[in-house]
């Protein structure tokens, strides 16, 4: 599944996954887990991802790698912004070729500026993880985790500078990379605005449409 930062690809992959029993691989996650590693690697993947830059295709190449070899991906597994670039998707093929698998592409449709609010408006709560918007879905308290009464924090990607810059990096990456599954049949387009269970209902349907889930 790909899409632009905050379009909700993330969610709609965890749905995805809860309903048909496939793992969800957030690529995301497991970068962000890796970059808070005291390694020369994860301070390498911090300051990438603070910068709003994508990390290089090899170190994705081994963690896509080493997450399906296991073996809750035998019948199948979702990824959840992964591949990117046409590169990415080579390598995923070189994979699933040897995996077995089919390949299809789930691209989210969202509109910039609806996007651009959402993330640099998101806020979570490091103790629950609690999330919040301060345009959509404010606490009560400005700063404060209705829960647990702990300061929110903002992701380091979140501030403005880095959102516009993971929009032109993603628009940059990965128009090519439509194209490339489109042309082969492989790609499903959805609109990613609106209620979550809309989407997913959406989504749903084009999917058990053209993939035997």
Known sequence: MIGPPG??????????????GYPQISTGDILREMAQADT??????KKTLAAGKL????????VILTRTSQSDCENGYILDGYPRTIN?????EDLSEKQGKDVFLVRVITPEEVLFKR???????PTCGEIYNIYFRPPRLAGVCDLDGEPLKQRSDDNPDSVTRRFEEYKTSTAPLIEYY?????????????????VFGKLCRVIEGVVAV
């Open 7 to 20: 379009a909700g690809k993330g969610t709609q992959a965890r749905l995805l996954s809860e309903k048909y």
């Open 40 to 45: 020369e690697l994860g301070k390498e993947i």
């Open 55 to 62: 990390v290089s295709d090899e170190i994705l190449a081994q």
């Open 88 to 92: 990415q998707a080579n390598l995923l």
């Open 119 to 125: 993330l640099t408006g998101r806020r979570t709560c």
């Open 182 to 198: 489109r042309r082969s049949g492989r790609l499903i387009e959805i609109e990613g605005e609106g209620l979550v269970s809309e």
